[in-house]
């Protein structure tokens, strides 16, 4: 590879290294929120969200395996323990909503991110597809649309399409237009972004 074409492509392994999948997800479940709500109340929502679905999981197993206490069972499941831990508290959050009457567009977020989630497991034994590479390409179309909607007009434009740029960036830095990389792709968008645009629409 040449001196010239290594550029981009070390541009683009950067934007990747420091947007892990967790970040991401957890800057639309911050974000979320105040589509509905406003002030102290949406941000309660957007911590509490993002605490229970992308940290906590991250630290309880980080300290489980420092302690040696997972046990190898887990990994048969095809998933990390991690990300089981935060599907499993992405349930809780939806719970949470319902009882709660809590933020609708935070719930249709949950949702695209199960369904994303959902449908890589479906596809794992015709193509083993990267969750990274599945949550870029959701989040080409979620994080895009939550911050237009957020900030209606030029501002909101320029921030949807940055957001979308970095996402796209990150996705590509995986594979380069793969086919892995493509059918990755196709999940995101078609049941991240899918799944989250149809519940936004009755959310708002």
């Known amino acids: 590879m ?3 074409s290594a550029g981009p492509v070390r541009n683009l392994a950067l934007v990747r290294r420091f947007s892990p999948p967790g970040a991401v997800w957890a800057a639309a479940l911050f974000t979320a929120p105040f589509l509905n709500d406003d002030g102290a109340t949406a941000l309660i929502w ?5 605490v229970l679905i992308a940290l906590f999981p991250w630290a309880l197993v980080t300290v489980l395996d420092k302690r040696g206490d997972l046990r190898r ?3 048969r499941l095809g998933a990390s323990p991690i990300i089981l831990g935060a599907f499993g508290a992405a349930f809780m959050v ?6 709660t009457g809590g933020p609708q567009a935070l719930a249709a977020v949950v949702f695209g991110m199960i369904a994303a989630y959902a449908l890589t497991i479906a596809v794992t ?3 083993r597809l990267e969750w990274a590479d599945v949550t870029y390409a959701a989040s080409a179309v979620v994080l895009p649309v939550l911050l237009y909607l957020l900030f209606p ?13 970095l996402c796209v960036a990150a996705l590509l830095s995986g594979g380069w237009a ?4 493509g059918a990755a792709a196709a999940v995101g968008v078609l049941a991240g ?3 989250f645009l149809w519940l936004l629409a009755y959310s708002l």
């Open 2 to 4: 040449s001196n010239r």
């Open 46 to 50: 957007g911590i509490g969200a993002v």
């Open 73 to 75: 069972g887990i990994n």
């Open 94 to 99: 939806l719970r949470l909503i319902r009882w």
């Open 125 to 127: 034994k015709a193509a």
């Open 153 to 165: 007009g030029a501002v909101g434009a320029l921030l949807a399409a940055t957001a979308a740029i």
């Open 178 to 181: 793969t086919g892995k990389t």
């Open 193 to 195: 972004g899918g799944v």
